[in-house]
């Protein structure tokens, strides 16, 4: 609620039209109070219920279906037993997904993205924080790619497909690196049918992998996400779209042209030194080669303070972590419980 009153008082003295949220926890937020907002600001979001339906994982498989794609075979699991008989019955690695993205938690709101597991005690570690309810899905073999879109009066306004090329963590994590494809024929009239079947209006991403031609929907994203700048630079600026369809400006349909490329710089880095210390020395110095119409995650020349911003931020959280694995045992103290020990 703190959340939402200081976006209030944001509101009330800036004088902005429009809000645009950027991650799920902060949808749920302003969604459950835009009572609190509307009178200074429109929210456009579609109903309390909508949105909730769109960050459950159950009705987006249900979705999917409905709209003619594939889903990865999953089960909601009501314990940790049934929990290790479906992942044995699906074979590592296998993915754990929490029964919606945003989950209670103390009083509060907690965002649980999905996470990728190899063995039986990964998933007796982790099970604990996502519990009752939380999925089991068997990994899809083939390509990640990712369709975002704006989504109003039934139809998409802007759109773009991109290819992952790759991920942090490599196994099955956030895009790092992407280029924009030309969506497949068909692809798109089966992704305006899925936002339909979930009510959604605005700015979303489907994510899917494809396997031959075949493409089984992952997750959807009904928010900002992080390569939102690549589709953008392609040709296909989705909070434009948004805020004119919202604003009543006069709009044109776009699609995000082929042959754009984008990276996330502090990932890349990481994969990086990954290969290289797995003497994957030809694959590391590819990642290095320049590439043409390539936007980045945070650094610009123009406008370098986002970057120096990020390495801050990277800096503290380092530095916290050195400092909770090394203060209390130099003082002597009982070390901290390793994370998901139990």
């Not at 009501?78 to 103390?106: C, H, M, Q």
């Not at 605005?202 to 929907?217: K, P, R």
């Not at 040709?235 to 004119?244: E, I, Q, R, V």
């Amino acid at each position: 609620m703190r959340f939402v009153e200081e976006l209030r008082d944001i509101a009330r003295t800036a004088g902005y039209r429009l809000l645009v949220t950027g991650s799920d926890a902060s949808l749920i937020a302003v969604s459950r109070h835009r009572e609190r907002l509307q009178e200074f600001i429109e929210v456009g979001l579609p109903r309390e219920d909508v949105v909730e339906r769109c960050l459950s994982k159950k009705a987006l498989a249900a979705a999917a279906v409905e709209a003619g794609f594939a889903t990865p075979e999953a089960a909601i699991c009501g314990d940790a037993n049934e929990a290790w008989a479906a992942a044995r019955r699906f074979g590592y690695p296998i993915l754990v997904k929490p029964p919606s993205t945003v989950v209670a938690r103390n009083g509060g709101a907690v965002q649980r993205g999905s996470v990728v597991l190899r063995d039986e005690a990964s998933l007796a570690a982790i099970w604990p924080e996502y519990g009752a309810g939380s999925l089991i899905q068997r990994r899809l073999a083939g390509d990640v790619v990712s369709f975002s879109g704006v989504a109003a009066d039934g139809r998409l306004l802007a759109y773009g497909m991109s290819r992952y090329r790759r991920t942090w963590p490599p196994e099955g994590g956030a895009v790092s690196f992407a280029e924009t494809i030309s969506p497949p024929e068909g692809l798109r009239r089966r992704v305006e049918r899925l936002v339909r079947g979930l009510a959604w209006q605005g700015i979303f991403e489907v994510e899917l992998v494809q396997h031959g031609a075949e493409s089984a929907v992952i997750d959807f994203n009904p928010r900002l996400f992080g390569s939102l700048e690549l589709i953008t630079r392609a040709g296909a600026p989705l909070t434009t779209a948004w805020c004119d369809w919202m604003l009543g400006i006069e709009r044109v349909e776009r699609e995000a042209q082929p042959g754009y490329r984008y990276r996330w710089e502090d990932a890349e880095a990481r994969n990086l030194a990954t290969r290289l210390k797995e003497g994957q020395v030809r694959s590391a110095l590819r990642m290095l080669r320049p590439r043409r119409r390539t936007t980045r995650s945070f650094f610009r020349l123009t406008d370098p303070a986002p970057l120096v911003a990020r390495i801050l931020l990277l800096l503290a959280h380092g530095l916290r972590r050195w400092r909770s694995a090394f203060v209390p045992a130099s003082l002597g103290a009982r070390p901290k419980e390793a994370p998901h020990a139990r």
